[in-house]
């Protein structure tokens, strides 16, 4: 009986923690969502300085997230989006034309990152 019990144990802190991350994750995805959002907006209305700040602390947040997320997660799936986050600031302070190209590739891999981790029940179990 005691066996059972150390199983049913494990098996609902499995679950909790799975949970637990996916929430986290859905967070601060939208989170970061968000700042690609005023990014966005700040390169839409020529305030390329408010820009380069906000794509600075959006580059910051997605690196703090990876650290934390690279154990739960697949690191090829972070490294893909690490190659993208990393170039946002460079092409803002450039005046690059293709910011708004990897803006965009950013926040589908968030969204599709968001999407693949939410806590459904096929995926807890």
Known sequence: MTRIKISIGILALLIG???F??????????D????????????NNSETEKALSASDNLNSHWKSF???????LKNNELTEIDCISSGIPYLIEN???EVHSR???FQHMLEM??????PTITRIL
Do not use: P
């Open 17 to 19: 923690l799975s949970i």
């Open 32 to 43: 970061m969502l968000d700042e690609i959002s005023t990014v966005f907006t700040l390169l």
């Open 95 to 97: 005046g690059s034309d």
């Open 103 to 105: 803006l965009m590739e």
């Open 21 to 30: 991350f996916g929430i986290w994750i859905n967070n601060k995805c939208d």
């Open 113 to 118: 990152l968001k999407s693949s981790e939410s």
């Open 66 to 72: 990876r650290k934390k997320a690279a154990v739960m």
